[in-house]
């Protein structure tokens, strides 16, 4: 059975820093692109952050120099690094891994940023 689980967020102040974790279980994890999604209220689901299994990223423009994306293998567990937080950052995060046609996607995690 295919497990993604979140956690790491939480409630925190404008400038304030999460990370936030994604642990999979059931799938050769290192194969796997891993992606990172929000969702605010109101507003379409989003990606945010993207790393391949080469580990190359990619970043949503309104996240450039703020967010990290990062995944140990190892561990099979992916990461988000979120700093300088601002409360347009206030969402749901998914976590999102894909392999050709294989496609999971986490429960979220909310992340509240405010004062």
């Known amino acids: 059975q295919v497990q993604l689980v979140e956690s790491g967020g939480g409630l925190v102040q404008p400038g304030g820093s999460l990370r936030l974790s994604c642990a999979a279980s059931g799938i050769g994890f290192s194969v796997y692109a891993m992606n990172w999604y929000r969702q605010a209220p109101g507003k379409q689901r989003e990606l945010v952050a993207a790393?391949?299994?080469?580990?190359?990223?990619n970043y949503a423009d309104s996240v450039k120099g703020r967010f990290t994306i990062s995944r140990d293998n190892a561990k099979n567990t992916g990461y988000l690094q979120m700093n300088t937080l601002k409360p347009d950052d206030t969402a749901v995060y998914y976590c999102?891994?894909?392999?050709?046609?294989?496609?999971?996607w986490g429960q979220g995690t909310q992340v509240t940023v405010s004062s």
């Open positions: 790393i391949t299994s080469g580990g190359s990223t």
């Open positions: 999102n891994v894909r392999w050709g046609q294989y496609e999971y």
